[in-house]
């Protein structure tokens, strides 16, 4: 059984929509006292504006491409219990993988 066949109802767009809605503003409670008044100072300072808007198009994306991932896997047929196991299966190389990137940062 794929999620996709438990998913099949006409409302769960409109259901998707409304809970993305409340989860975005219960972030904006914690994200947004550091985001907003970032995005305020860079919009007041032309030198920074490129740049910024850069990175913060990188970092939106960067937030949203694991959701993305599991989005496309779903929605080509993978089953939970495949997707589990392959994240199971490779749980030492995921890790490997962070811990090299944050020592890269």
């Given at each position: 059984m794929?999620?996709?066949e438990e998913t099949r109802s006409n409302g769960l767009i409109l259901a998707s929509f409304g809970a993305g809605t409340i989860v975005s503003n219960l972030e904006l409670e914690c994200t947004g006292q550091v985001y907003l008044p970032t995005i305020g100072f860079v919009v007041r300072v032309p030198a920074l504006r490129t740049h910024a808007i850069l990175y913060l198009a990188l970092?939106?994306?960067?937030?949203?491409?694991p959701l993305i991932n599991i989005l496309c896997f779903t929605y080509f047929g993978t089953t939970w219990e495949r997707l589990s196991g392959l994240?199971?299966?490779?749980?030492?190389?995921?890790?490997?993988?962070?811990v090299l990137f944050f020592f890269h940062l």
């Amino acid at each position: 059984m794929t999620i996709r066949e438990e998913t099949r109802s006409n409302g769960l767009i409109l259901a998707s929509f409304g809970a993305g809605t409340i989860v975005s503003n219960l972030e904006l409670e914690c994200t947004g006292q550091v985001y907003l008044p970032t995005i305020g100072f860079v919009v007041r300072v032309p030198a920074l504006r490129t740049h910024a808007i850069l990175y913060l198009a990188l970092y939106n994306l960067m937030f949203i491409l694991p959701l993305i991932n599991i989005l496309c896997f779903t929605y080509f047929g993978t089953t939970w219990e495949r997707l589990s196991g392959l994240l199971k299966g490779h749980l030492a190389l995921i890790k490997i993988i962070t811990v090299l990137f944050f020592f890269h940062l």
